[in-house]
């Protein structure tokens, strides 16, 4: 992990929720660091802050700190309605649908005139050629 990866990930560390082998480099990482280790203490310090007295009462620098971290540790999902490529696809989807039911409804309407104007060029063709349409 990159020192800023590290960074990041050091509330999900303190929390408990890393696998193992990231707390372990973590672990390390926090051995050289005292950058990552004064950001360590100070998370615990707001977490302490927080169960006593809740997010409205810190300090507006901490509570921005703190929601900063919560925000970096979790990865964002996008839902449909966040993503425009999967809403331009249901869409086209939609489109679609509409026009092969438009081109049923459409040929199922002009099926009998169609079938009618085939037959009479089958018949009338045939009747060129001379061959009986009769039998």
């Known amino acids: 992990m990159t020192h800023e990866e590290i960074k990041n990930a050091l509330s999900a560390y303190?929390?408990?929720?890393?696998?193992?082998?990231?707390k372990s480099e973590i672990e390390r990482h926090l051995g050289t660091c005292s950058t990552c280790t004064a950001e360590l203490k100070e998370l615990r310090q707001v977490a302490s802050e927080f169960k006593k007295t809740g997010a409205e009462k810190l300090p507006p620098h901490i509570r921005a700190m703190a929601l900063a971290q919560s925000q970096a540790a979790e990865p964002k999902k996008q839902t449909a309605r966040q993503s425009p490529g999967a809403f331009n696809l249901v869409l086209v989807v939609a489109a679609m649908v509409i026009l092969v039911l438009i081109f049923g409804m459409?040929?199922?309407?002009?099926?009998?005139?169609?079938f009618s104007s085939v037959s009479g060029s089958i018949t009338g063709a045939a009747s060129?050629?001379?061959?009986?349409?009769?039998?």
Do not use: F, I, R
């Not at 060129?128 to 039998?135: M, P």
């Open 14 to 22: 303190m929390d408990g929720e890393l696998e193992s082998a990231q």
């Open 106 to 114: 459409t040929l199922k309407h002009m099926m009998p005139t169609l």
């Open 128 to 135: 060129t050629l001379g061959a009986s349409t009769s039998n």
